[in-house]
């Protein structure tokens, strides 16, 4: 793993650009989430856990947003059930070409780990095999919001009966105290990590064009409207949660 840091906002940038996954986030990814999102290392290694109770003999696993793999590799490592497969898929070549060789040198260090295809592509075109396990590890909110319900029906179609869909998430509160008060804890989780003011302010402008939080309220109804039986919340760290959906 890199273990380059995080300076990516450091100096003043006087017009911030929009945020994208290119080789600069890549080189400081892994830095990045950790420092930025409370809980991350904790969802990671807990979400192998969690696919292991949903995966279903010969059928496939997707990692939606796959980054450098993070979740890939925690799937491949706990997921023990025959013939499983592991598709991860993200549009951000730079993320893509990092992450296969993340998990050369995964193939490297363990044996009997899951076979995986990395794909790069867009996950609002592709075409699902039949899943039991789909994780979105804080990529839907990147999706344009009016696309999310048509991408979680797709998801919903493609699981099969023992499956799940675990979808990690920053929210957004209904209730302006509540969003108020989370939100200045996590300011103060990126500060305790080390990020300046300046690079917590230039970071939030360049994120409030591409990522666009929903409320628990939203996920849950969006979700039953996209077909799900069943929305579990099993993860939450201040703003950042994780859910369980069952076909
Ligand atoms: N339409 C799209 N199609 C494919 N990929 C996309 C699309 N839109 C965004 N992405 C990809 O979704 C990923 C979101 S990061 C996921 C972290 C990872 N899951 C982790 O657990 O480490 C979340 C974050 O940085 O907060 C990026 O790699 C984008 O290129
Ligand atoms: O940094 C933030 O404030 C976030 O909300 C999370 C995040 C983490 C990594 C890339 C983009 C957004």
Request: charge should be negative.
């Amino acid at each position: 793993m890199s273990k380059e840091p995080d300076r990516l906002f450091a100096q003043p940038l006087g017009q911030v650009p929009d945020f994208a996954f290119n080789e600069d986030v890549v080189r400081v990814f892994p830095d990045m989430i950790k420092r930025s999102v409370p809980g991350y290392p904790t969802i990671v290694e807990n979400l192998g856990v969690l696919a292991a109770q949903f995966a279903q003999p010969h059928t496939a696993l997707y990692d939606l947003g796959s980054s450098l793999g993070a979740v890939t590799q925690a799937l491949r490592r706990h997921v023990r059930q025959d013939g499983c497969r592991v598709i991860a898929v993200d549009n951000s070549a730079a993320m893509v070409e990092r992450c296969r060789q993340y998990l050369t040198a995964q193939d490297s260090m363990f044996q009997e780990l899951l076979p995986v295809e990395v794909i790069e592509g867009d996950i609002l075109a592709l075409e699902f095999q039949p899943a039991s396990v789909v994780a979105m590890n804080f990529t839907l909110q990147f999706i344009a919001p009016e696309q999310r319900l048509a991408l979680l029906s797709r998801i919903r179609q493609a699981l099969l009966p023992g499956g799940a869909l675990i979808l990690s998430e920053k929210l957004r509160f209904n209730d302006p105290q509540e969003h108020a008060l989370l939100t200045d804890l996590h300011v103060a989780f990126k500060r305790a990590n080390g990020y300046s003011e300046l690079e917590i302010a230039q970071k939030r402008s360049a994120i409030e064009n591409v990522m666009k939080p929903d409320s628990l309220e939203e996920h849950r109804e969006r979700l039953l409207a996209a077909g799900f039986s069943k929305v579990v919340p099993w993860f939450q760290c201040l703003n950042f949660a994780s859910l369980i959906a069952l076909p």
